[in-house]
């Protein structure tokens, strides 16, 4: 299984790995934050507001995550005296930044659809109930939509933390020595196939970790035991 191939090729797949990870661990709270006006907004009453928000799901959603990156990265040298002359250039100046941006963006997107989703399936009557109970919406929304909404949203937004470490590989391809790039880079050297078992295997790994820890945190948060 070219156990010397690992061992010689170590320290650069420990970097790789990191990097991916930090990828990953910079992209999710971002998105987390954009979420929350986004998901707000969706419940508005303007028109307006929805129909920017849904345009922008359906872009995120609907188009591919290399065409996103690409559009950021290659895309905003385009606009460098504008994006100088408002002093943002340095996001879209190095590829790092540039990746965690698309992907916190794309990730929004779908963390807005998902968690929008579990504050609908909140039933109504328990709203209505709160209220007729004289409740202020304020102390509605954090004790009574919030903690079901977070429960039916946890297992889905795990899956979304383990689609993003998995599309993370993408970075690569805007020059990032990601764990992917750094498989890359070895067998471009080696032209020895192996080494793309030990980075599924490391993939494998990470995933198989935050599975982990995810199952523990919802035992933890949200399951109670029976009385």
Known sequence: MG???LVANASALIEGTLLTLA????????????????????GSRSRLIRGAIHAYLVFFRGSPLIAQLFLIYYGAGQFRPTL???????????????????????????????VRGAIDAVPKGQIEAARALGLPSGRITRHVVVPQAARLAFPGYGNEVVLMIKASALATVITLFDLMGTLRLIYSKTFDLTIFVWG????????????????????RLFCWPKV
């Not at 929004?108 to 998902?114: G, I, K, N, P």
């Open 3 to 5: 156990a010397n191939l």
């Open 23 to 42: 990828l990953v661990c910079a992209a999710l709270p971002l998105a987390g934050l954009l979420a929350v006006p986004l998901t707000i907004g969706l």
């Open 84 to 114: 100088e002359s408002i002093g943002i250039w340095w996001v879209f100046r190095d590829a790092f930044p540039c990746a965690v941006l698309t992907f916190a963006l794309n990730s929004a997107a779908y963390t807005t659809v998902l």
């Open 200 to 219: 599924a295997l490391i993939y494998i790994l990470l995933i198989g970790t935050f599975r982990t820890v995810a199952h523990l945190v919802e035992q």
